[in-house]
C-alpha cells in the first residue's frame, strides 16, 4: 500500500489527513458545512454547524434527518479509518439510527463515532449526536461497514 494512504502516527497529522474528507475529497460533506474536530486511534468527533438550510420544518427549525444521516455516517467512516491506521475505500451495509428527542434550533449538531471492531471486510462502529451534552444525546447509531479493498 502507497504512503499516500496511510494515516500519519501523530494526532496533528491524522487531524489534518482525515480533514481531508470535509473539505476537499467528500462534496456533500463540504456543501452541508461537516468539520472534523478531533481524533483519537478508534474515535472521531465532527460538527455540524446550524444552518436554516439544513432545517426540515420551518415551523420547529429542527435540522431534516438527511443531515444528521450524513452527519453520522461520515463520523462513522472516519472512526474505521482511524482505527486501521488508513484511508480504505468502504460501503455503508448497515447504518441504524434511533432518533432520541429533536435537535434544539440553533446549536450545532456533534457527532461521536468509535470504530469498536474490524475483521477482514467489516468494520463495526456506534455513534451518539448530542448539541453539548453528552449524557442528554439527540440520536444513537450502529452502523457496518464493507471494506472494499482486496
Known sequence: MSDDFKLPEDKAGRMERCSLFYSDIVPHNHALGLRLVDVAPTEATVELPYAD?????????????????????????????????????????????????????????????????TTRQVAFVRALVHQGDKNHPVASAQGTFMLTEE
Open 53 to 117: 438550510f439544513l432545517v426540515g420544518n420551518p415551523e420547529t427549525g429542527v435540522i431534516a434527518g438527511g443531515p444528521v444521516t450524513t452527519l453520522i455516517d461520515a463520523t462513522c467512516g472516519t472512526s474505521v479509518m482511524l482505527r486501521l491506521g488508513r484511508m480504505v475505500p468502504m460501503v455503508t451495509l448497515d447504518l441504524r439510527i434511533d432518533y432520541l428527542r429533536p435537535a434544539r434550533p440553533g446549536v450545532s449538531l456533534t457527532a461521536v463515532a468509535e470504530c469498536y471492531r
